[in-house]
């Protein structure tokens, strides 16, 4: 049997369920029983009957995952998988942010730890984050953290004054705009698809914003079928965001060309937390049950609320 068989096996014995992330390395995602983006994998696990969950991400993943389901196993193949963007936000930090500040609602991203959630009155992603915010009374003050981009992005949006937390991720901070824009001019009619984490400087020559489960959907549904491929091959996008999102892409668009923008210098605009996962982790993880992912049950207990008033409201 094959590695892949017998991944595929253990889960069948062991009911378990294999989420993973867009950002996962192409033969991670090409195993997984579920691949999304944040919003999709926290609504999965919520509603998942296996009885073990393992998530092909990283660690702020694993802990929603498991803060949703505290009677789930959940197993993270990677457990050194960090976030630059959770990092940048540490909980005494928030509660220091909201002690200045105690008539502010705190508006979370999900890329936080569970000791940040437990801060946070409502948590959102990429994909909801824009429709929460609006669904905040107008009055009242918010502070928006961590990532200072995403935020700026709301706030055009909608018009509001958030004040926002200095953090964000570098793999979105290392666009090119440089690079997008030679891009642009060789390809005058490819599209820009861009997630909101990326700087200003790139999101001003996006024609669509939004999670890599958004711009996944826009390309799709603006690409034509694989059978109507006369036109098809002059179809491109320009995509600004982790690379790893042009796999599912590619696959769901066959006959379109995806071009990622690189980041600045040439360099690499993969993160490398995401790729550390791979086919050899995922299986030991889940033939051993290892890398277990345990949340403090106080911290949990109050980073629910947030989590679950993100799921109401989107
Ligand atoms: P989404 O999954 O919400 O698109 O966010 C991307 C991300 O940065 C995950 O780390
Ligand atoms: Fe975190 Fe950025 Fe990697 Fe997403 S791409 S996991 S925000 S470091």
């Given at each position: 049997m094959n590695i892949v068989e017998e991944i595929r096996r253990l889960c069948t014995e062991k009911n378990a369920i294999i989420m993973a992330h867009y950002y996962q390395r192409p033969e991670v995602q090409d195993v997984a029983d579920f691949i999304g983006d944040s919003l999709a994998l926290a609504q999965v696990a919520a509603k998942t009957d296996a009885d073990i969950i393992v998530m092909c991400g990283v660690h702020f993943m694993a802990e929603t995952a498991k803060i949703l389901c505290p009677s789930k196993k959940v197993l993270i193949p990677a457990p050194q998988a960090g976030c630059s963007l959770a990092d940048s936000c540490k909980a005494e930090d928030l509660a220091a942010w909201?002690?200045?500040?105690?008539?502010?609602?705190?508006?979370?991203?999900?890329?936080?730890?569970?000791?940040?959630?437990?801060?946070?009155?409502?948590?959102?992603?990429?994909?909801?984050?824009?429709?929460?915010?609006?669904?905040?009374?107008?009055?009242?003050?918010?502070?928006?953290?961590?990532?200072?981009?995403?935020?700026?992005?709301?706030?055009?949006?909608?018009?509001?004054?958030?004040?926002?937390?200095?953090?964000?991720?570098?793999?979105?901070?290392?666009?090119?705009?440089?690079?997008?824009?030679?891009?642009?001019?060789?390809?005058?009619?490819?599209?820009?698809?861009?997630?909101?984490?990326?700087?200003?400087?790139?999101?001003q020559h996006a024609d669509v914003i939004g999670s890599t489960q958004a711009l996944l959907n826009y390309a799709i549904a603006n690409s034509p079928s694989p059978i109507s491929n006369s036109e098809a091959s002059h179809i491109r996008y320009i995509i600004a965001t982790e690379s790893g999102i042009l796999h599912e892409m590619q696959k769901a668009c066959p006959e379109v060309e995806f071009i990622a923008v690189p980041a600045e210098g040439g360099g690499c605009n993969e993160c490398e937390y995401m790729r550390m996962c791979t086919l050899q982790n995922l299986h030991d993880c889940l033939l051993n049950e290892s890398n277990e992912i345990i949340v403090d049950e106080a911290v949990a207990k109050d980073a629910i609320r947030p989590i679950q008033r993100m799921l109401e409201m989107s």
């Open positions: 909201k002690a200045v500040h105690p008539e502010h609602v705190v508006v979370s991203y999900v890329n936080t730890s569970a000791a940040v959630k437990a801060l946070t009155d409502v948590v959102v992603t990429s994909s909801n984050a824009l429709k929460i915010v609006n669904q905040l009374p107008e009055d009242k003050p918010v502070l928006f953290g961590p990532d200072q981009n995403l935020g700026s992005y709301i706030n055009k949006m909608t018009g509001r004054q958030m004040d926002l937390w200095n953090g964000g991720c570098h793999v979105h901070a290392r666009f090119s705009e440089e690079a997008l824009l030679a891009l642009k001019a060789q390809y005058p009619d490819a599209k820009v698809l861009a997630h909101p984490e990326c700087k200003a400087s790139i999101l």
